[in-house]
């Protein structure tokens, strides 16, 4: 199963794990999140490799989690499984590309953002769109989010769920450079190829450093954004905004807009993001979180 899902290929200092569930847009089920964790098990202790490249197969990068197996597990989803295998995608010991084309959303565009360098093609849409469907974005993705493009950006595409263009995504720090969707491969390879001629001992250690460096800034209590993100997840809201997804409809009594958002993923999106930001360990924070998502559901 994990050789049909994944593609990998091994060149000489670097490597390249190509997401291939085309036809779901890479969607993220199980089996190709566990293909995922045992290549990047796999590569960690090869002393040979310089750089890491992501990609995907077909017309997307990936369209998060396949929210058909979400709802075939009952509505409710237990991210720890993903959240894993991206810390191990952002501890990798040496710099990691992704190479965005077409849809990187909610959990694709984390993908692609525990990545230390990212690359887009002109076609590429990129958003955090859990709140159409009532899902929440777990503390660890928000982190990251926040890490990469700053609180007002985050702010931005967690309460929107707007899609942005790739040029967008430039802007917002997201993607590092936008090249035409022809010369996306050529790009990454190019840039995979000229990070792996660089000195191995100082690549690694220079990884290390910035992970290092990183690692403790966002070092904040949040069991109460851990029990509110599994609020969320098992809610009524969750289920009916998955299904309504899969229907290709919109659920039941609300339209697109921001105003008529399920009140229990917007308000406990809002409860992360100031958690995030707040870095207090303060358990008054719990009650007063919690509080508030009970209000709000």
Known sequence: MAEEVLKITRQ?????????????????NQPLIEALNQALAKFENDREIRALLLRGEGASFCAGV?????????????????????GRLERFPVPTIAAIQGAALAGGLELALHCDLRIASDNARLGMTLGRVGLMVPYDFTRKLIEVCGSANTAWILYTADLLDAQQGKHMNIVHDVVADAKLGEATTALAEKIAANAPLSLRAMKATVRRCMSETFDAWHDDMLQLARLVRASEDAKEGVRAFLRS?????????????RP??????????????????????????????LMCA
Request: glycine share 8%; aromatic share 12%.
């Open 249 to 261: 409809a919109s659920p039941s009594g609300r339209r697109n807009s921001y105003s008529e958002w």
């Open 12 to 28: 000489p200092n670097y490597a390249v794990l190509t997401l291939n569930r085309p036809e779901k847009r890479n969607a993220l």
């Open 66 to 86: 396949d929210l058909k197996e979400v709802d075939e597990q009952g509505g409710g989803h237990n991210p720890t499984s993903l959240e894993f295998v991206f």
């Open 264 to 293: 229990s993923a917007v308000r406990i999106a809002v409860a992360l993001w100031s958690s995030v930001l707040g870095r207090f360990r303060v358990p008054a924070t719990f009650e007063y979180g919690y509080r508030r998502a």
